[in-house]
């Protein structure tokens, strides 16, 4: 019987890479690219290792998808391939070397081109008319495969990794580190993904005639997703009630609630869908309908939340998003609302083209974020007068606190997501790298007088570090005792120190109270400080030496000034 096993085992291995070669390829790449990388070695000669495992991730889906669609149309085969090759070269070619603030684009475009992939293996087979049954079977078993598949090896993990616990303690064998990581990357990247494309079945024809529908599924729908959607409808009609009666503005928070809600109609409405035929489910319909005439409604509210928060503060890729997926549903609502196809195969597709659409061009996510927030940063530095004719004016200016931190959340955004190439026009032949390393920051500094921020409103905290080597050695003669590293912060008071303005106590058998004067230290920093040598970090007293490794300071050469984080270590005589 073992043999008989592991021979249909071997039978089932050698027939999905002979139906899946070219996405196992990558599969198998990703995986040992993915360990090399657990062992700490980013670059494989030039190349950025944490690109090969991106193109992989990405290669393996869309070659599954297409490989899907190819046993459907075998038409254009060949060029198909060819151009899905060509497309996974190419980005990794425009991949960055590295990642940082301004790549976070290509990471975003990564994760949609991942999810649109994704979407492609649910309708790649029944791209054409009808097999709308199918449609749902080939669906329903990617869904109780997928979770087949991750409860496996869930289980395979946990025992090769008590395993492994297990040769450790009993036979004293030392283990590396990482061997956890890479035993679940080689699990995740190769058994799992074999073991998933394995359960595909290779007459996608026949799931159209097949009228099979899971007791567990049914159950699922009924007693789980249902309730709960209920539960969501009470809560968010009856606080949308509260809003109309009260007149109060909807919380951020109603939005993720409502895509919650709508989602989790959507999905109930999927699973339930074989049920419409059944004469013994003819509740199914109309429950259906209910569904997403509900769902209407509530994405108007959304839309009203979405508006509020962007007519302060401009457009993100977060509320990008959030009003797509608004659209997305509203549109399948009333879809289904008013049509009489009632095609579920719309449900997925459209979000395809819903997620790839948004990922470039000028009415993508990124750019639709930058070009509004820009504008939004434009404005503010034109009213307040530091903008003018496209040029920033050389006298800094006091503004309002509120809009100060504005101007500077504006300008972090944009040097962590999207780069500041487009606010260097603005400061001519001042070049923003010679400025400093944190750019953000210091433009802030370059538009706005520092009096705007110690005379209330907004106030930036300082952070300041030691620029103390590894392994750097420290005077010790003349001191007793040393208190190790000990860290203070300001929304927590230890029982053995504290920060009181601008005087750091310690106070602990058989020394008593100990107090390290740090004004004359704060007063001596500059704004542009940053990592400062080690002997400018030291405070001596008569009794003390205090060693500080990094302070946090808000409202710096203000009359508020706080100590807001310490991290020092103290030797006593």
Known sequence: MRLLSLKKLSEELVAVIRRFPIA??????????????????????????????????????????????LERNRKWALPIRLAAGFFLLIYFLLLPVSYGGEEFGQILRSLLYGLAFLLALTFSPFTGEGEI????????????R???TALYMAVLFFGLGLAVVSINELFGVEMPH?????????IVGILATSFFLAGIPTNLASLDKDRSYPRGIEVFSQYILLPLFTLYFFILYSYTAKILITGEWPQGVISTLILVFSLLGLFTHFLLYPLQNDKKHAWVTRVSKVIHLTIIPMILVLFWAVWLRVSDYGITESRYYVIALGLWLMGISIYFSVSKAKNIKVITGSLFLVIL?????????????????????????????????GKIVADKKIIPGNTAGQVHNIMRYLEQYHGLSKVQPWFEDRKLDELCRKKAYCLSKELISQDTFNSGGNRYEKYFQSAMKKGAAIEVAGYSYVVPTFQYWGYHKDEEYNVEGSLLIYEAEPWGRIEVDLSSFINGLEEDNGALPMEQMIIETERTKLILYSISVKNLHGEDQKVTQLTAALLIR
Do not use: C
């Not at 990482?178 to 080689?186: E, N, P, Q, S, T």
């Open 24 to 69: 196992l390829a990558f599969a198998v790449l990703g995986t040992l690219v993915a360990m090399w990388l657990i062992e700490g070695k980013e670059y494989f000669g030039s190349i950025y290792v944490p690109n090969i495992v991106t193109t992989s991730v990405l290669g393996f889906l869309l070659f599954v998808s297409i490989e899907l669609y």
């Open 133 to 144: 049954n199918g449609f749902w079977q080939h669906n329903k078993n990617l869904f109780v």
């Open 146 to 148: 997928f979770f087949s």
């Open 178 to 186: 990482d061997i956890y990581f890479k035993l679940w990357v080689l």
């Open 357 to 389: 659409l948004s990922s470039f061009g000028p009415w993508g996510a990124l750019r639709i974020s930058e070009v509004s927030q820009f504008a939004r940063l434009s404005s503010i530095l034109t009213e307040q007068g530091l903008l003018v004719d």
